[in-house]
């Protein structure tokens, strides 16, 4: 597994966004998202890191590394 800190996520709708966007990514499976920890975990089997960072990006959040 993979994981990702996502800045910006306030509540269970954050959330819900983060999870859709990531699941539309090519590659990644079992995303669960963390609202407490700040964090995505996902299960990359060939997606680039770029573009999972610029996916978040696009609906309004902060990837970190
Ligand atoms: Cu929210």
Redesign the pocket.
């Known amino acids: 597994m993979e994981s990702l800190k996502i800045k910006g ?9 983060v999870k859709k966007a990531l699941e539309s990514i090519a590659g990644l499976s079992e995303v669960t998202v963390n609202l407490d920890k700040g964090e995505a975990t996902f299960l990359n089997r060939n997606a680039d890191r770029e573009e999972i960072k610029a996916a978040i990006k696009k609906i309004g959040f902060e990837p970190g590394e």
Do not use: I, L, R, T
Not at 9 to 17: F, L
């Open positions: 996520m306030s509540c269970q709708h954050c959330v819900g966004s």
